[in-house]
T-cell receptor, first 116, second 109 residues
Framework: GAVVSQHPSWVICKSGTSVKIECRSLDFQATTMFWYRQFPKQSLMLMATSNEGSKATYEQGVEKDKFLINHASLTLSTLTVTSAHPEDSSFYIC????????????FGSGTQLSVL | QKEVEQNSGPLSVPEGAIASLNCTYSDRGSQSFFWYRQYSGKSPELIMSIYSNGDKEDGRFTAQLNKASQYVSLLIRDSQPSDSATYLCAVNTGNQFYFGTGTSLTVIP
């Protein structure tokens, strides 16, 4: 299957700092990327949908100024958690697909964020 | 009504048995259906996709789709302890992917 690379896999930061998470599609062009967060033993929660070259569409309740998403190319999307707080500690997962050629959705390996 | 619904479980089966996981969806226009497996602390992994009514088999896994009933299921034959995970049902409506909350499966040795 297609490969989606997510980096870093684990990050610990101090409260108030910003953290950037990268999501790359390695062997296909990702026309759409999705960002999820997941708390322990809970289901995936979609945060935003990002289409290449356009602004991300955020789900209700997700602060767009806090979770900055950039999808500048067909292979890279980034999520920046700005002014992180302990309640932002979670497992963040990106996924990607190319709607023109492949309806399947492939996930990155996830980023565990711990804010102290 | 949620777009995709699954029984959260937990579902426990003995090793070697058949595990049956079920999922219903609300959008009749949905076109593609997927099953993902997620181990604790890991991201979801695609294990099956199905697009037309009927059964699709891949090794020990069989996906079943019934669009009239808006129902999709996953059967795992000869269940192994390594199959213990959360199984997510996903539906692509053409514009968006919707995930169920997942069914937790435990295979007891």
């Amino acid at each position: 299957g297609a490969v989606v690379s997510q980096h870093p896999s684990w990050v610990i930061c101090k409260s108030g700092t910003s953290v950037k998470i990268e999501c790359r599609s390695l062997d296909f062009q990702a026309t759409t990327m999705f960002w999820y967060r997941q708390f322990p033993k809970q289901s995936l929660m979609l945060m935003a949908t990002s289409n290449e070259g356009s602004k991300a569409t955020y789900e209700q309740g997700v602060e767009k100024d806090k979770f900055l998403i950039n999808h500048a190319s067909l292979t890279l999307s980034t999520l920046t958690v700005t002014s992180a707080h302990p309640e932002d500690s979670s497992f963040y997962i990106c996924s990607a697909n190319n709607r023109r050629t492949n309806e399947k959705l492939f996930f990155g390996s996830g980023t565990q964020l711990s804010v102290l | 009504q949620k777009e995709v619904e699954q029984n959260s479980g937990p579902l426990s089966v003995p090793e070697g048995a058949i595990a049956s996981l079920n999922c219903t969806y609300s959008d009749r226009g949905s076109q593609s259906f997927f099953w993902y497996r997620q181990y604790s602390g890991k991201s979801p992994e695609l294990i099956m996709s199905i697009y037309s009514n009927g059964d699709k088999e891949d090794g020990r896994f069989t996906a079943q789709l019934n669009k009239a009933s808006q129902y999709v299921s996953l059967l795992i034959r000869d269940s192994q302890p390594s199959d213990s995970a959360t199984y997510l049902c996903a539906v692509n409506t053409g514009n968006q992917f919707y995930f169920g909350t997942g069914t937790s499966l435990t295979v007891i040795p």
